[in-house]
C-alpha cells in the first residue's frame, strides 16, 4: 500500500519538479500504474478497516431477551 509520504513525493515530484511518470516509478521504486493513480487521486490513501461483527451478534436478541425477563 502506498504511504501519504509516497503519495505526497510522488505528486511533488510530478508537479514542481516536472519528473515523467516512468521516472518518479524509477527513483521511488513503484510501478509506472501506482505513479499514475496517485496522480489521478485526489486525497491521499487510506487505510479503511472493514466492520467487523462482534462474537455475540449471532446469540444478541435471546441474551436481550433473557435480561428482560
Known amino acids: 500500500m502506498l504511504s501519504v ?3 505526497a513525493e510522488i505528486r511533488r515530484l510530478h508537479r514542481a519538479e516536472g519528473l ?3 521516472a518518479i516509478a524509477r527513483v521511488l ?3 509506472r500504474n501506482t505513479v ?3 496522480l489521478a487521486s485526489d486525497a491521499p490513501p487510506k487505510y479503511v478497516r472493514q466492520p467487523k461483527g462482534s462474537i455475540v451478534d449471532a446469540v444478541e436478541p435471546r441474551i436481550r431477551e433473557l435480561l428482560q425477563a
Open 29 to 31: 521504486g513503484v510501478s
Open 20 to 22: 515523467p511518470i516512468k
Open 36 to 38: 499514475r493513480a496517485a
Open 5 to 7: 509520504e509516497d503519495w
